[in-house]
T-cell receptor, first 113, second 114 residues
Framework: DQQVKQNSPSLSVQEGRISILNCDYT??????FLWYKKYPAEGPTFLIS?????DKNEDGRFTVFLNKSAKHLSLHIVPSQPGDSAVYFC????????????FGTGTRLTVIP | DVKVTQSSRYLVKRTGEKVFLECVQD?????MFWYRQDPGLGLRLIYF???????EKGDIPEGYSVSREKKERFSLILESASTNQTSMYLC?????????????FGPGTRLTVL
């Protein structure tokens, strides 16, 4: 049973506009959330994270928002650049920490120049 | 700089062959992981190891085994490869497995079983 879900398999956005990638989770015990970015033929690289005690975390063009009541998080990329084109995975962990990351199925972002 | 390397980027094997996938990390990390990534299924954990010679099954261990003889090296073994094991295999490691930790991934091995 998929505890972390990314319901949009793909997203296309014009360069310079905002990209919003969404992620939903079902386990209320999750307390730490991460976003990874993956280019073809490369491993995922860590992008940004958020603890459940926060509702927002920002790092440059990337902001992650967490809505605990809705069990929903989103990644905002502003402005989007062609180099952002990749597959984005959200992941969550609970009391067992990063030994047990639950990954979503990924969203392929294409930024159109 | 954090580095996780995998022995092969692409591998083609035949059904029934024994396959070894090697992973090495140079960060003195305690914990190492093997995942497979398939379209529409995301990353699924096969096995992880929290110390030399120690291992734990993940979500999909069937058909796989692992070996960790040295801290820096974690091997995934397909005892008798089958076509449904065609996939992208990703190795990861982590120093701090507690809350707030992140996993560092290798570049992946794309395995095709014919």
């Amino acid at each position: 049973d998929q505890q972390v879900k990314q319901n949009s398999p793909s997203l296309s956005v014009q360069e310079g506009r905002i990209s919003i990638l969404n992620c939903d989770y079902t386990n209320s015990m999750f307390d730490y959330f991460l976003w990874y970015k993956k280019y073809p033929a490369e491993g995922p690289t860590f992008l940004i994270s958020i603890s459940s005690i926060k509702d927002k975390n920002e790092d440059g063009r990337f902001t992650v928002f967490l809505n605990k009541s809705a069990k929903h998080l989103s990644l905002h990329i502003v402005p989007s650049q062609p180099g952002d084109s990749a597959v984005y995975f959200c992941a969550a962990s609970g009391k067992t920490g990063a030994n047990n990351l639950f990954f979503g199925t990924g969203t392929r972002l294409t930024v159109i120049p | 700089d954090v580095k996780v390397t995998q022995s092969s980027r692409y591998l083609v094997k035949r059904t029934g062959e024994k396959v070894f996938l090697e992973c090495v990390q140079d960060m003195d990390h305690e914990n190492m992981f093997w995942y497979r990534q398939d379209p529409g299924l995301g990353l699924r954990l096969i096995y992880f190891s929290y110390d030399v010679k120690m291992k734990e099954k993940g979500d999909i261990p069937e058909g796989y085994s692992v070996s960790r003889e040295k801290k820096e090296r974690f091997s995934l073994i397909l005892e008798s490869a089958s076509t449904n094991q065609t996939s992208m295999y990703l190795c990861a490691s982590i120093k701090n497995p507690g809350r707030g930790g992140e996993q560092f991934f290798g570049p992946g091995t794309r395995l095709t079983v014919l």
